[in-house]
């Protein structure tokens, strides 16, 4: 029943500080609103419709951002609990959930960045296949947002969002090679800035267009495929890591609840227990830190 207390008064205390910060911050002046490195990380997807989607940068939406941070500051204000029993020093962890969703943005950048790179790939194939036919390379593009389309029913998938401005640039009389050179600093995906200097160079001097995005998708595909196979290949490694990362946390607050004299010296300045606490809990953070490095593979 405690810890029930310990997490909902995390949950109430986390919302209240993004409350707070959202409404003092509303209160500056409008003429030239300063954001803090703090709340970079916090806008709307409205900034995104405003012109091409950024794929370097993320916009948390606000659910998403009290969400990440309600979540963060949760965990931590209930870490903070169970190895201080110190209301004082549990606010103060879970105030540095606010922070998490800056962290969390560069999984998510990630994240969008794969699902493009394997849109591209299957845009490659079906551009590959109508200038065999003997299109345009113009009309190649036309064409491959009607194939993905049956690929991806969705309208607001990356790709087919990213081949449609393309197609319009290209009919409003705009150089082709700019506008996938457009797309490409926009994505920040190496296959597709690789895939962009080749096609502008043959677009260029006459090179063999069909041959380049052949090899391109296969390079694309194997790169692909040996993601996967890591990925299977750490997944449990990962899981590992993560349970032996939460042990010492679970096997703490047992012990603080079933034994609590015998864990008293831990909580007591006198004996330096808070001191002993937060070496363990560095160590904790640090191993976490290192098998996540470890695991993070890239190909």
Not at 99 to 124: C, G, H, T
Not at 247 to 258: K, Q, W
């Amino acid at each position: 029943m405690r810890l029930i207390l310990v997490i909902g008064l995390a949950l109430i205390l986390t919302v209240g500080l993004i409350a707070l910060s959202r409404k003092k911050k509303g209160r500056q002046p409008a003429k030239e609103p300063k954001q803090s490195k703090l709340f970079q990380a916090f806008q709307t997807k409205k900034v995104q419709k405003s012109g091409p989607t950024d794929y370097q940068t993320y916009y948390y939406t606000v659910a998403e951002y009290l969400f990440i941070a309600a979540v963060a500051g949760a965990l931590l204000f209930v870490i903070g609990y169970v190895f201080y029993q110190s209301i004082i020093m549990s606010i103060l962890f879970a105030s540095v959930g606010l922070f998490f969703p800056k962290v969390y943005r560069q999984r998510m950048i990630q994240k969008r960045q794969n699902e493009l790179s394997q849109q591209f790939q299957q845009a490659l194939f079906s551009l590959s296949t109508s200038l065999v036919a003997g299109r345009s390379i113009e009309n190649a593009f036309v064409e491959v947002v009607k194939d993905l389309s049956l690929i991806y029913p969705d309208p607001e998938t990356l790709i087919i969002k990213e081949l449609e401005i393309i197609n319009k640039r290209v009919a409003n009389r705009e150089p082709i090679e700019i506008a996938i050179e457009d797309f490409s600093k926009r994505a920040g995906v190496e296959d597709i800035t690789n895939f962009t200097d080749v096609f502008i160079t043959c677009k260029r001097t006459g090179g063999d267009l069909v041959e380049v995005i052949r090899r391109t998708s296969t390079m694309i595909s194997e790169k692909f495929e040996i993601q996967q196979e890591i990925s299977v290949m750490v997944a449990q490694k990962k899981f590992e890591s993560n349970a032996i990362t939460l042990a010492p946390v679970l096997m703490v607050g047992v012990l603080s609840y079933s034994s609590a004299e015998y864990m008293k010296p831990l909580y007591s300045w006198a004996d330096f227990g808070p001191i002993v606490m937060t070496i363990s809990l560095a160590i904790i953070l640090f191993s976490f830190w290192l098998c996540q490095r470890i695991m993070n593979i890239k190909v």
